[in-house]
């Protein structure tokens, strides 16, 4: 027994010292004499495919990861959100769809490997670009040296970076490069002492091999600010530029190291009330084999756009419009919403070929779809019996903005009592909106206020003592430009008349992805017949259906058409799905991934929060259907 323990032994040290000298001979470096990464020693590029975990749900990576490599692509690239991550204050989260090791862990197992995007500023399209909404609690500049943000930033790195180390490439793992701030030349500041700042809080907690990159757009000014010492500088663009032109203008500022598009964009993002943004098929792959035929690394954003599910998705704002994100991400990437192949990506694993071996590996071109409905909603709650005293309040003699408050995303009504004789009609007044406001006296809605319309003045009737009710939607916070640090709510004086309104008591709930999950939509005061006696406004209106797949019909993709129903978010079996908007556009129905739908016989509950008048509530015959096919690219409005 003793020579056979001793022969075992002997075979573990001599596994394990093996993987260690594995590990130890594992390389990806830089080679700036002749312009190329060398992997493990030899000439190496890579085309990427963004993906970003917190789009999907983690039962559907590894199908992504299949499709992704089955194109060809040999690495995905994706962002670090912070925001999502650590939600509250101290509160971490990295379960679930946010397990970010195991998100490495099945693109290593799908033979790719990962282009690392950690921020902390990451845009990406979502609320405050990634950064933490609680932040604005504070008087921060955000993306700067500032010694508030400096200290969050820290903390944060600290928690995130030791679990990204062991994946390394040198320690065995996927990530073979990491990108510090985002676009940050575009941002306009130059704070060199931030950016190097970064630089060397990742390369004492990672290593200085470790290669840390920056990408920006390619134009001199933008450059100037962002390029650092010790990294990579690279570039993004898109169709219609010349590589030779904007890989130049990198030249000139970093004048050796491997070429690198780090977005070249096959589609494009979209936002309420304007057109689906596309991009042909044959310009993708016309300028795709351009930029490869240029010997340049290259990641597609996006590959898989995916879905900004909950109150994620952010804003835009430009020319002094404020433009709010949809929730689809879909992107018009080469893999749609629900992750099937389209025309783009076929065509796009034809122009890889030509530069990269690409495997063979059969997948399923689409996911399942199922369609079913109409499902009743039965009206369970009006606004008079919301904002309820099992909500958070707080009196201020001015109004408070959300992030004061401590209200992440959703509602805040502001209410106050009106302590003078006012003229009939009177004027209400906003000197600043954030974004959109909902305006009540004594419970009878007068109209709204909104800041995309550019509309911050409203007519009302009301009397001494009567209770002004504003209830004010974040559309999502801005997330790109020197507008970022606003915060949401009312910022500012209200008027009514030549008067401003004192002495105001807010309601709210910290986080409204927590509506159905903490039941603060069943905590209703009075009844709907209370409601509709004393001709009481019924929106903000909680809408609640109840349904059972047939038998025979297994979960699977599908996509709610909420298109008999005006503004609102919706929620299925707990899960915030996000915002609808039908009547504004592009997009019309709302993706559901069939991993968050239950099967027969068990019954799903559908939630949703209607704000605004819609004909369906008068007549009680409220309804949605469930789609096999999406609607993103309906109509919009010709007049914004």
């Not at 002094?320 to 919403?337: A, C, F, H, M």
């Not at 059969?362 to 779809?369: F, N, R």
């Not at 001015?398 to 004061?404: G, I, K, M, S, T």
């Not at 005061?525 to 349904?547: D, Y």
């Amino acid at each position: 027994m003793i020579p056979q323990r001793i022969a075992l032994l002997f075979l573990y040290v001599s596994l394990f010292t093996l993987a260690l000298s594995g590990k130890a001979d594992r390389k990806f470096e830089i080679d700036n004499e002749n312009n190329c990464f060398l992997k493990d020693g030899q000439p190496f590029r890579y085309v990427a495919g963004c993906f970003h975990y917190f789009r999907a749900p983690h039962q559907y990576w590894s199908d992504r990861f299949t499709k992704l490599r089955a194109g060809g692509l040999n690495a995905i690239q994706t962002y670090i959100e912070w925001g999502s991550h650590e939600p509250r204050e101290g509160e971490y989260h990295f379960e679930g769809d946010l397990n970010i090791t195991d998100f490495f862990e099945k693109a290593q197992q799908a033979d790719l490997l990962v282009v690392l995007r950690i921020g902390p500023y990451v845009c990406a399209e979502r609320d405050l670009g990634g950064l933490p909404w609680w932040l604005l609690k504070y008087n921060v500049k955000l993306r700067s040296n500032d010694a508030i943000y400096m200290k969050y930033v820290e903390k944060w790195f600290d928690v995130l970076l030791p679990k990204i180390k062991p994946y390394l490439y040198k320690n065995g793992g996927p990530i073979i490069t990491i990108q510090i701030e985002n676009e940050y030349g575009a941002f306009g500041t130059c704070d060199f002492e931030y950016t190097s700042r970064l630089r060397d809080i990742v390369h004492s907690a990672l290593g200085k091999d470790v290669i840390l990159f920056t990408t920006d757009q390619p134009n001199h000014d933008g450059l100037r600010c962002a390029v650092i010492d010790q990294t990579l500088a690279t570039i993004d663009f898109g169709t219609g530029q010349d590589p030779s032109r904007v890989f130049g203008v990198l030249r000139a500022h970093r004048a050796s190291g491997p070429l690198v598009n780090s977005e070249f964009y096959p589609g494009w993002l979209d936002r309420w009330g304007e057109a689906h943004q596309k991009r042909s098929t044959g310009d993708v792959t016309y300028w795709l084999d351009k930029i490869l035929a240029y010997n340049a690394s290259v990641s597609f954003y996006m590959f898989y756009g995916g879905t900004s599910f909950g109150f994620n998705s952010g804003a835009n704002y430009e020319s002094g419009v404020y433009k709010p994100q949809i929730t689809s991400y879909d992107y018009d990437s080469p893999l749609n919403e629900a992750g099937d192949t389209t025309d783009k990506y076929v065509a796009i694993k034809k122009v890889i070929s030509k530069y990269l071996p690409v495997p063979e590996i059969a997948v399923k071109e689409s996911s399942d779809k199922i369609k079913f409905g109409p499902v009743k909603l039965e009206l369970t709650a009006a606004f008079p019996q919301l904002f309820t005293s099992s909500w958070k309040s707080k009196s201020a003699t001015d109004p408070q903005v959300f992030e004061y408050l401590g209200a992440r995303n959703g509602l805040v009504l502001y209410s106050t009592k009106i302590a003078f004789k006012p003229t009939s009609p009177s004027a209400l007044t906003m000197d600043n909106l954030r974004d959109r406001a909902y305006v009540y006296v004594d419970k009878v809605y007068q109209g709204y206020i909104g800041r995309q319309e550019k509309a911050l003045a409203l007519p009302i009737r009301a009397k001494k003592g009567s209770v002004l009710d504003i209830v004010v939607e974040n559309q999502g916070r801005i997330n790109y430009g020197q507008e970022i640090a606003e915060h949401k709510g009312i910022f500012g004086d209200v008027r009514l008349g030549s008067k401003v309104l004192k002495n105001w008591n807010h309601i709210y709930l910290e986080d409204w992805e927590d509506f159905v999950t903490k039941e603060y939509h069943l905590n209703v005061a009075g009844s709907l017949e209370e409601v509709r006696n004393q001709g009481q406004s019924l929106t903000p209106a909680v809408l609640k259906g109840q349904f059972t797949l047939a038998a025979d019909l297994k979960p699977a993709d599908t996509f709610l058409n909420p298109s008999n129903l005006t503004k609102g978010f919706v929620y299925l079996n707990g899960k915030s799905l996000g915002r609808y908007w039908p009547a504004n556009g592009p997009q019309v129905t709302l993706y559901i991934p069939g991993v968050w739908l239950k099967g027969y016989p068990e019954s799903n509950e559908l939630v949703i929060v209607e704000l605004e008048d819609t004909p369906c509530l008068a007549d009680g015959k409220c309804s949605v259907n469930f789609d096999d096919t999406p609607q993103i690219d309906a109509p919009v409005p010709e007049n914004f």
